[in-house]
C-alpha cells in the first residue's frame, strides 16, 4: 500500500514535466513518422 501511495505521488510529480516531454517527443516523432509512412504507402 505504501509502495503504491509513493508511485503515485511520484508519478504525479514526474507527470507534469514528463509528460510535457513525452507529448512533444510523440509529436516530433509523428511529424516525422507520417512521411515516411506515406513513403512506404505509395
Do not use: E
Request: charged share 10%.
Amino acid at each position: 500500500m505504501l509502495a503504491v501511495g509513493a508511485g503515485s505521488l511520484f508519478f504525479s510529480h514526474v507527470n507534469d514535466a514528463g509528460f510535457r516531454l513525452v507529448k512533444t517527443l510523440l509529436s516530433v516523432v509523428g511529424l516525422v513518422l507520417v512521411p515516411l509512412v506515406d513513403l512506404v504507402i505509395w
